[in-house]
């Protein structure tokens, strides 16, 4: 998401090539930190050959030149191993916490309004949101938050807010992710339910409305 945001606020960007940027993204991400990196035919096939891997190689160059070669980003996944090893958590709720701070920070990057608060405040609110959330503390809101404020550098208002942003934008999405409630039309009588079942998941992006 990083190369995403930087790669448009710099290169005006068809609709249609999106989906072509995403995937080279991913290509550059995944080089940058995986130990085995995607290959070039899986994104490829990923994206229901939407893209071919001529384009893949022609706009890998691109990104990296508009980046300036710049891959070594700093995300706010970077901090969580340091934030949670200084705090006071019970060693068997540190994994859970970890799991759904990685959660608001997958949360976080959906929505462009976090995009005015540094990577680090992220992190730390995230963080805040998932202790709290679990109650795998013994301190207090005020107290956890003047302590992840502190292994931060971050001012303490600031991150308060950050972390109450965080905890509407998951109430927002619980909210949005509510089924339904009317009732589910039955098949007709008659009709196989064992028959094959077509995605209703796009797999171009000019088929989502933006």
């Not at 691109?62 to 996944?77: E, M």
């Not at 959660?103 to 709290?132: E, H, K, N, R």
């Not at 404020?149 to 308060?160: F, N, Q, S």
């Amino acid at each position: 998401m990083n190369y995403v945001d930087r790669f448009l606020s710099c290169v005006p960007t068809r609709k249609s090539q999106l989906q072509l940027l995403g995937a080279v993204c991913m290509l550059l991400a995944s080089k940058l930190r995986d130990s085995t990196p995607l290959t070039i035919e899986k994104l490829c096939i990923y994206s229901d050959h939407a893209v071919s891997q001529r384009q893949m190689l022609d706009w890998e160059l691109l990104v990296l030149g508009r980046l300036k070669w710049d891959l070594a980003a700093v995300i706010a996944h970077d901090f969580l191993s340091v934030i949670l090893h200084r705090l006071p958590l019970p060693s068997d709720r540190e994994a859970l916490v970890r799991k759904h701070a990685q959660t608001f920070l997958a949360l976080c990057a959906t929505d462009y309004t976090f995009a005015m608060y540094p990577p680090s405040m992220i992190a730390t609110g995230s963080v805040g949101a998932a202790v709290q959330g679990l109650s795998a503390s013994s301190l207090s809101a005020d107290e956890l938050t003047e302590m992840l404020a502190g292994i931060t550098g971050t001012e303490v208002d600031c991150l308060r807010a950050c972390q109450e942003q965080i905890e509407g934008a998951l109430r927002e999405s619980l909210k949005d992710a509510q089924p339904n409630s009317s009732p589910v039309p039955k098949a007709p009588r008659g009709s196989s339910s064992q028959g094959p079942s077509q995605t209703s998941t796009p797999t171009d992006v000019t088929a989502i409305n933006l």
